[in-house]
């Protein structure tokens, strides 16, 4: 079973080292949309394979060769990607799916619903709107499988979903 990474989405064009770092050691990466500019992409695939697909932001010749939607395959797992969850135009569960990877909001989150795991692992670029800066790493090699958000504006600290989200809310509650 492969120790997948997911790089946080949104990284609009800035490939933070402290992300590169935060992804040695993982089998895959998947990155959810607005990488910014082709070099990102590069830069990842010298880490580990990447999946990525189009988000908002990516435009030019080199962003219309990512798809809209992609499915990874971690071992037995099956990922299916895209930017804007609020654009899934099918259900996972039925089509079999065991997690799905969004971005878009910027807020990292996970969530389970019929059995598939909704997964959105933040932005690893330019801070905005008081977020934390994120990625996530899912380990699929035991189970159930562990979700670790890193935060890399805090020097790689490593929460739990119930901590990030807590300073979520609190972040949220500030603005």
Not at 3 to 15: C, D, E, R, S, Y
Not at 100 to 115: D, F, N
Not at 127 to 137: E, G, K, S
Request: net charge negative; aromatic share 4%; charged share 20%.
């Amino acid at each position: 079973m492969a120790n997948a990474a997911i790089i946080g989405l949104n990284t609009h064009g800035l490939m933070r080292q402290e992300a590169l770092t935060a992804l040695k050691g993982t089998d895959l990466i998947i990155h959810a949309g607005d990488v910014g500019k082709p070099g990102i992409i590069e830069q990842l695939r010298a880490v580990a394979p990447v999946v990525a697909v189009r988000g908002n932001v990516d435009e030019g010749p080199w962003a219309s060769e990512l798809p809209m939607t992609a499915v990874a395959e971690a071992g037995s797992v099956l990922i299916y990607v895209l930017h804007d969850i609020q654009q899934l135009d099918l259900d996972p569960a039925t089509a079999e799916f065991n997690i799905v990877v969004s971005g878009h909001s910027h807020k990292p989150s996970h969530t389970e619903r019929a059995g598939v795991m909704y997964l959105n692992p933040g932005s690893a670029g330019p801070r905005r709107f008081q977020l934390p800066i994120t990625v996530a790493r899912l380990d699929l090699r035991r189970s159930p499988w562990r979700i670790e958000f890193i935060d890399l504006s805090e020097k790689e600290t490593k929460y739990s979903h119930a901590e990030l989200r807590r300073r979520i809310i609190e972040t949220d509650s500030v603005t």
